[in-house]
């Protein structure tokens, strides 16, 4: 009788509030009510996988902050979306580069330098339960939970470590700056003049904010809409921006709900919505509103985005030190390690 195979296992020894399993979520489920959810970062996941040679795998978001980890064998991870303060031992573990953390090493993640939400992604990917085709964590589902210190989490099998390192050059999108926005079914709803104000103003990202969705505080008016209390409730989605009764606009986010009755001015493109999410409170925002055609013009699907992504990976130049099988490598020409036949 065999005995049962044991899976790597990752061991939280210390953790920030709101640190979650994400993927890239449950598309196909929001006509029984449930949001796609996911990523608040897509992007985020994407650039792991093609970092790491693998499809979209589960992996840790954190939000602001991350904590300290290890696992039991050797394994490759890498460090995405919002730019976190971390080492391994007393050595800093690079941004979009792949790393190979050894069993027993501790990652140490602090705060976000730049950003907000953070991921670390294994080579191997988290391996927890599947729910409705996914592991992410939906909060307001009740699926899956906020990740607590001592918890151990199954990994998959890293079958290439001593792969050479990659690492990924990518524009900076935690920073602000315009956001593009494409109209929705009540755009036409908001006046010219509310609209043009709405492109004019430059908005702050506040504090208030989750996986939900994130308010924007401005100074100035709200961005009413005369006859905003007749609307009839109806679909939302990821992007849309939300206008409340005093005319604050709230960006909804990864994990919103499915079905909403405030009035919406407008959506964010996809291609921006991880800029969006990346804002730390404080960060400056301003909207440019395009056309459905140019909106269309930028749509890119999951599969072409991470082929594109692979392409962009760059091999880093290692230290001979930290090349495990170095002997392996052919040197000079006609010299090997001398054990092959």
Known sequence: MQGTVLMPTLTIHSIGPGVTVQDLGRPGWTVQGLSTGGAADRLAILEAAALLGTPPQAGLEMMGFGGVYSTDTDTRIVLTGAHMQAT???????????????????????GAKHGTFGYLSFAG????????????????AGIGAVLQTGT?????????????????????????????VMPGPQTAFFSDDTKASFAQTTFVRSPRGNRQGVRLDHDGAGFSLDGALNITSDLIVPGDIQMTGEGVPYVLLSECQTIGGYPRIGTVLPADLPKLAQAAPGTKLRFAFISLADADATAVSDTTLLANLRKDCQPMIRDPHDIVDLLSYQLISGVTAGNDP
């Open 88 to 110: 391994i031992g007393d050595s800093p573990a690079p941004h979009n580069t792949t790393i190979l953390l050894r069993a027993g090493q501790r990652l140490n993640i602090g």
């Open 125 to 140: 990917g988290i391996q927890t339960d599947l729910v409705l085709e996914s592991r992410s964590t939906h909060l307001t």
């Open 152 to 180: 151990t989490l199954p990994l998959g099998t890293d079958s290439d470590t001593t792969s050479a390192p990659k690492r990924l050059t990518t524009d900076d999108r935690t920073t602000g700056g315009t956001i593009r």
